[in-house]
């Protein structure tokens, strides 16, 4: 059965669909190029965090409707408004804790999104144009990602002397060098056999294969305990800059602390038992 958290009302929006243990967030953009509204950066930071703390959710998918593209990154034609509103003054007050109450703004919205810190597995299935804002959240936010062999990836904005797409900075940290600066300063796109070869993608294939094959990896994500998945993606990104003898701490804080969750013990005991494990979560 399919809960659906968000209509489409305004034109655009990111449907948020829970299908069993996973949940799908839609970018269903008010074109056939899937830009994305003010609204719907908000939108999908609150999906998010419903996601995050909806215990019955294991794992997130990410995808594009339509049959043109994933998204071609953020409505440009309402760049101008969205630079308006970000003042001084409204960022002073959602710089430090507690923060101003009042509605973020949708640069805040990202860096928020960015810095959030979610420990569920993550999967991009992207088909068609990959650019801009939809680059940096498919980069930042999902964990694995399967493509379509007609999918580009780039970064446009620096051709309308824009550029940045809100946090292009931390790009050169997820891609090599070489090709960070590539997107980055020139505006070109990769395509998906690029993508593939200097591992921005897992996986390419038909266009008609995506979205099943990403459901597929994450049905198999579901399989494992969701306990042991948090721990392992949390090791791994905390981890990322750590020196060796922090990280041999860090997982050995975390054996401990995966220790006293059912699914451990259930784990082991149905492999000795020789029967499917019966994982509960946290």
Not at 146 to 159: N, P
Request: glycine letters at 8%; a negative charge; one cysteine or more.
């Amino acid at each position: 059965m399919i809960d659906k958290i968000v209509e489409p009302g305004e034109p655009g929006a990111i449907r948020y669909e829970k299908r069993d243990r996973v949940a799908h967030f839609i970018i269903d953009g008010p074109s056939d190029l899937n830009p994305m509204s003010p609204d719907m950066y908000r939108q999908w930071y609150e999906h998010l965090v419903d996601f995050r703390d909806d215990k019955d959710l294991w794992v997130g998918v990410v995808e594009g409707a339509g049959p043109r593209c994933f998204t071609a990154g953020g409505d440009l034609k309402r760049m101008g408004e969205i630079s308006r509103t970000f003042t001084p003054e409204l960022a002073s007050e959602h710089y430090w804790y507690p923060r101003s109450s009042e509605p973020l703004t949708t640069p805040q919205i990202s860096l928020e999104m960015l810095s959030l810190e979610l420990y569920k597995p993550m999967i991009a299935a992207v088909h068609g144009l990959c650019l801009g804002a939809g680059l940096i959240f498919v980069l930042a936010l999902t964990d694995i990602r399967v493509a379509s062999d007609d999918a580009q990836f780039g970064f446009a904005e620096i051709k309308l002397g824009a550029g940045g797409a809100g946090a292009v900075a931390d790009v050169a940290r997820r891609l090599p060098f070489t090709t960070a600066m590539w997107l980055s300063l020139t505006g070109e796109s990769i395509d998906a056999t690029e993508a593939h070869r200097i591992g921005l993608v897992n996986e390419v294939m038909s266009r008609d294969a995506v979205h099943a094959r990403a459901q597929e990896i994450a049905e198999l994500v579901c399989s494992n305990s969701p306990v042991a998945v948090k721990f392992e993606k949390e090791a791994i990104l905390r981890s990322h800059e750590m020196t060796r003898a922090d990280t041999i701490r860090l997982a050995r804080m975390f054996f401990f602390a995966r220790r006293q969750f059912h699914d451990t013990e259930e784990g082991l005991a149905s492999f000795n038992e020789k029967r499917e494990p019966d994982y509960r979560g946290w």
